[in-house]
């Protein structure tokens, strides 16, 4: 994918010194009150480019901003969450885009969808993000029961007397399903937000979309259903929206039949849940990879010397692949060490997280496919009710917040990132 309309962008570039205003042009947006203008995250070969130039993923998870962001309430919350982000100098925020059948859901049955719900959530998630200079990859739906996901479609289509299968997994095969989905697909694509006046497709702060949020199809180990289901979702994605990058949302296994099953997935069992980590990645409309870092809820019992070790080899394996074998870039999309599964301390904490960071710095500097990390998950103060046993207040004293703030910084200092100059010539 090449880099499209660098020479637009640049007279583009020199007018917006001119406007003060929100303006949108052909779809592409330009933001004038830091006198820079936003362009789409593309890729070129292993890495992500914007305008032409490297770009490295330093983030986080918030899954709850829509949740927030529907009550007026609560509002303010979002806003203090990506200006936080934006203080340390993060670029991409990774949210739910869907909300399934929940409280203020965005889709309340298939094909109905509450307008009220998508202006106060959706629409001002991304308007907010768009403010303040964060992007957002967004999920279409939830492999699990979190907010609707795979088992509120299959309960839908067994209400409305269409279901094939009570099984969840028949979300992906389910022809009835399918095109709920691609329904829901097609309607957030398209959808023109109310208060930037921007269809979500044309609008770049979309950094991309991800099809699913960690898949699994139990019941079909041999992978062949998920990849079917990949190929047509991100086929349809792409049929709509050719600005915008997408991805899987894999945690990563390598499948049954790759070496690398034995050798680097955590155990046995991760070989069996219907993905495939090269098999998906290289469906040609998937522009980069997925991959979650879990090591002690997937192997609970290990020490921590191991749990690092294990990082490592994970993490290392996964760029290899990106580089050698998919030449696309990895994203790292969730991370994180419990603080329930082992009572690891704090400063084990810090040591797991500093680790994953070197080596997405170490593979910025040699440009290889490491493309960056997005932490799971950060929560402002007052929102227990979205809190795991990962939940972070990246307060200014934390030890998260200065990490991620050197991330943020040397990650610039390895490539010019010109749309960001500014912003970061504030936080370093
Ligand atoms: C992609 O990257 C290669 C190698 O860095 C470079 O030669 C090429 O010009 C880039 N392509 C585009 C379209 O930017
Ligand atoms: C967890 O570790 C802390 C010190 O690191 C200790 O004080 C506490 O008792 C431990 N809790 C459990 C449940 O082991
Ligand atoms: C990485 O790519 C840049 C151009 O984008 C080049 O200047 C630099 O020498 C490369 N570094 C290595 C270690 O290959
Ligand atoms: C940060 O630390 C300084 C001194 O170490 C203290 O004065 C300040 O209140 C702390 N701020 C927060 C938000 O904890």
Same mark, same amino acid.
């Given at each position: 994918?090449?880099?499209?309309?660098g020479?637009?962008?640049?007279? +583009?570039?020199?007018?917006?010194?001119? /406007?003060?205003?929100?303006?949108s042009?052909?779809g592409?947006?330009?933001?004038?009150?830091?006198?820079?203008?936003?362009?789409?995250?593309q890729?070129?070969?292993t &890495?992500?480019?914007?305008?032409?130039?490297?770009f490295?993923?330093?983030g986080?998870?918030?899954?709850?901003?829509m949740?927030?962001?529907?009550?007026v309430?609560s509002?303010?919350?979002?806003?203090e969450?990506?200006?936080?982000?934006?203080?340390?100098?993060?670029t991409? #925020?990774?949210?739910?885009?869907?909300n399934?059948?929940?409280?203020?859901?965005? !889709?309340?049955s298939p094909?109905?969808?509450?307008?009220?719900?998508f202006?106060?959530? @959706?629409?001002?998630?991304? /308007?907010e993000?768009?403010?303040?200079?964060?992007r957002?990859?967004?999920s +279409?739906?939830?492999?699990l029961?979190? +907010?609707?996901g795979?088992? !509120?479609?299959?309960?839908?289509?067994?209400?409305?007397?269409?279901?094939l299968?009570?099984?969840?997994?028949?979300?992906?095969?389910?022809?009835?399903?399918?095109?709920?989905?691609?329904?829901?697909?097609k309607t957030?694509?398209?959808?023109k937000?109310t208060i930037?006046?921007?269809?979500?497709?044309? *609008?770049?702060?979309?950094?991309?979309w991800?099809?699913?949020?960690?898949?699994? #199809?139990?019941?079909d180990?041999?992978?062949?259903?998920?990849?079917?289901w990949?190929?047509?979702?991100?086929?349809f994605?792409?049929?709509?929206?050719k600005?915008?990058?997408?991805?899987?949302? @894999?945690?990563?296994?390598?499948?049954p039949?790759?070496?690398?099953?034995?050798?680097?997935?955590?155990?046995?069992?991760?070989s069996?849940v219907?993905?495939?980590?090269?098999?998906?990645?290289?469906?040609?409309?998937? *522009?980069?990879t997925?991959?979650?870092?879990?090591g002690? !809820?997937?192997s609970?019992?290990q020490?921590?010397?191991d &749990?690092? =070790?294990?990082?490592? =080899?994970?993490?290392?394996?996964?760029?290899?692949?990106?580089?050698e074998?998919?030449?696309?870039?990895?994203?790292f999309?969730?991370?994180?060490l419990?603080q329930?599964?082992q009572?690891?301390? /704090?400063?084990d904490?810090?040591k797991?997280?500093?680790?994953?960071?070197?080596?997405?710095?170490?593979s /910025?500097?040699?440009?290889k496919?490491?493309?960056?990390?997005?932490?799971?998950?950060?929560l402002?103060?007052?929102?227990?009710?979205?809190?795991d046993?990962?939940g972070?207040?990246?307060g200014?004293?934390?030890?998260?917040?200065?990490?991620?703030?050197?991330q943020? #910084?040397?990650?610039?200092?390895?490539?010019?990132?010109?749309?960001?100059?500014?912003k970061?010539k504030?936080?370093?």
């Open positions: 994918m090449g880099v499209r309309n020479m637009l962008y640049h007279i +583009l570039g020199l007018l917006s010194v001119l /406007a003060f205003v929100y303006m042009f052909g592409l947006r330009f933001r004038f009150e830091e006198g820079s203008e936003v362009a789409f995250v890729r070129n070969g &890495q992500f480019v914007v305008d032409g130039k490297a490295y993923v330093n986080w998870n918030s899954y709850w901003l949740f927030q962001s529907v009550d309430d509002r303010h919350r979002v806003r969450m990506l200006k936080t982000g934006a203080k340390m100098g993060l991409v #925020c990774r949210t739910w885009g869907f399934d059948g929940g409280y203020h859901a965005l !889709q309340t094909g109905r969808f509450d307008e009220q719900a202006k106060q959530a @959706l629409d001002y998630v991304i /308007a993000a768009g403010q303040q200079g964060i957002l990859l967004l +279409l739906v939830n492999n029961e979190g +907010l609707g795979k088992p !509120q479609y299959v309960k839908w289509a067994w209400q409305d007397g269409v279901g299968s009570s099984s969840d997994d028949s979300f992906f095969f389910d022809p009835s399903i399918r095109s709920y989905f691609k329904n829901y697909i957030i694509l398209t959808r937000n930037t006046g921007i269809e979500y497709r044309n *609008d770049p702060t979309v950094f991309g991800e099809l699913i949020n960690e898949p699994r #199809c139990m019941s180990p041999s992978g062949d259903t998920l990849q079917e990949i190929e047509e979702m991100s086929a994605v792409k049929l709509i929206d600005n915008h990058l997408v991805t899987v949302g @894999l945690e990563g296994f390598y499948g039949h790759d070496p690398k099953s034995s050798t680097v997935n955590p155990g046995y069992w991760a069996q219907g993905s495939d980590f090269i098999r998906n990645s290289k469906i040609s409309n998937i *522009d980069f997925s991959v979650h870092i879990y002690d !809820q997937w609970y019992k020490e921590f010397e &749990q690092l =070790k294990f990082v490592s =080899k994970w993490m290392l394996s996964h760029i290899e692949d990106g580089d074998v998919l030449h696309k870039p990895v994203l999309s969730e991370y994180g419990s329930r599964i009572n690891f301390s /704090a400063s904490r810090e797991i997280h500093k680790t994953i960071l070197d080596i997405i710095y170490k /910025a500097k040699r440009n496919s490491g493309a960056g990390t997005l932490i799971w998950q950060f402002v103060d007052g929102i227990n009710e979205f809190s046993e990962y972070i207040v990246p200014g004293n934390s030890s998260t917040y200065s990490l991620l703030v050197e943020s #910084c040397r990650l610039a200092k390895v490539k010019g990132w010109p749309q960001q100059d500014v970061f504030q936080v370093c």
